[in-house]
């Protein structure tokens, strides 16, 4: 079994700062690809930002330059760092991770974290 515990988010003002941290723990040869999703009410859950395990990272148009995301494939840890933060960030965050062990290879959720931005 894999797990990913997340940590941060909250509320914070328009333009403010938050950062979120995700640790995978459990049965775990690999992970190709770690990164955070973002789902509103009514609304699918969407790619906010992610990072394979050669460094190549991918982010929605819509945090470019306001968001950057760091991942540590020693430690198997994934940390997002969102500045200027805007009302329409206001979601919550799951961590995701495509993990391999010795027998499957697998997708995995946190249990999501709550962002509001709100003056």
């Known amino acids: 079994q894999v797990q990913l515990v997340e940590s941060g988010g909250g509320l914070v003002q328009p333009g403010g700062s938050l950062g979120l941290s995700c640790a995978a723990t459990g049965s775990i040869f690999s992970i190709y690809v770690m990164g955070w999703y973002r789902q509103t009410p009514g609304n699918q859950r969407a790619l906010v930002a992610s990072e394979n395990k050669y460094g190549v990272t991918n982010y929605a148009d819509s945090v470019k330059g306001r968001f950057t995301i760091c991942r540590d494939n020693a430690k198997n840890t994934v940390h997002l760092q969102m500045n200027s933060l805007k009302p329409e960030d206001t979601a919550v965050y799951f961590c995701?991770?495509?993990?391999?062990?010795?027998?499957?290879?697998?997708?995995?959720w946190g249990q999501g974290t709550q962002v509001t931005v709100s003056s």
């Open positions: 995701h991770a495509l993990v391999t062990n010795l027998t499957v290879t697998g997708d995995y």
